[in-house]
């Protein structure tokens, strides 16, 4: 599937460009998306994969991912029956799965890169996207997200009346684009098409391009001693003191906060969206804390389990962190590839080629032409899609009909192509199955469903 669509992005690339005389936007976005690829996604990476790899190896070696694993199996066993229950993999979706969640994109993809690590060491064909790999980058792409930070920061910022109005749309559109992804993948698993056949070279057993990771070998940590759970406990109690005092903290304390948070940014940034003290965003306030809480929480929280079960939390932490250079290493060619034949495809007009042929057919179901640019280029690139949604709310006005829409959009889908060749390309799988189609599935009911929504609550 990839190889087609790739091929068919460069080709129609090069061909719209010399009908449109635009070759030379074609060369600069391929060389300009490849520097992208490199410098300024893969690289940067490195650091923020060192990071989280080396948590996920304490959370390991505690045997705290076993623990939450064993704890939600019932619905992991029926979301991936392929993987063994107390398998590493089981414990890095989950984690990954709640940073979408939160919107912790910077903790989601270092720990979704570390699921597709631990699901290879299951794979039995190399170089062949599993089921679970295909339903866990379903799950990916529905991205469900309890509160859309960046599209509130956007509305926010060009003062929409009520900007965090988007949460329950956002929230609802990304439940049906993940379960249709997930019914999608599911189904489309049992399909002959898509059925696992290794790659053979004369008759010869296909080997894998690239070694999967060993799996951890999990060691029975030391049992918590009554000082450790004391300890424990402890800290935990403070984090629950500390979450309760921000949401339910007097409106001094919060007036005070804003104060400060306008003398240090700019006018234009919003403030967090636990500082809105009105009573009809309890909700926000509690996930917003959630999300402001959750990363300090576990960086403290997982070396702190690690020690007080006698884990050597530098040694195993290093270990940990060592992977984060060669998981980013290893992307960069799958990133270059399908960034450059985006950028192509983006510098020939081929977006506008696309809106042209596809707004007669999609306006009649309820699509403003406005929002077509959007959902072309939503599964492709994230900045372009952020700066589509930006122009969009200078246009039409932050509060319209259209906008909120686009807000919905941004907040529901993911950009799907992006997810697949840096997850499928950290194990080295070419042969993606029917992760794309099922992605795909999930973008378009999520904007199918964001239209449908907004109408029905903004009309």
Known sequence: ???????????LAALIGAATGRLKEVTEGAFQMADTAVMKIALPLVGVMALWLGLMRLAERSGLVQQIARALRPLMRRLFPDVPPEHPAMGSMLMNMAANMLGLANAATPLG???MRDLETLNKVPGTATNAMCTFLAINTGSI?????????ILAAQHAQNPTAIVGTALLSSLCATTAGVATAKWLGTWRLFRVVPETANGAAAAPAVAAAPAV???EPTPLTAWGRAALGSLVVAFVAVFAWIVFAPADYHAATSALHTRLFPSNVPPPVWQDTSAQNVFLRIIGTLSLLAVPFMLVSFPVYAALRRVKVYEEFVEGAKEGFQVALRIIPFLVAILVAIGMFRGAGGIEALKSVLAPLLTPLGLPPDLLPMVLVRPLSG????GLFTELVQRLGPDSLTT???GTIFGSTETTFYVIAVYFGSVAVRRARHAVVAGLMADF????ASVAICRLMFS
């Open 404 to 406: 909120r829409m686009a």
């Open 145 to 153: 997200q309890l509160i859309p930070t960046t599209a509130i920061a």
């Open 113 to 115: 890169l570390r699921a």
């Open 445 to 448: 009911v999520g904007v199918v």
């Open 383 to 386: 900045s372009a899609s952020m």
């Open 1 to 11: 599937m990839l190889n087609y669509l790739w091929l068919a992005l460069v080709a």
């Open 217 to 219: 070998v999990l060691v």
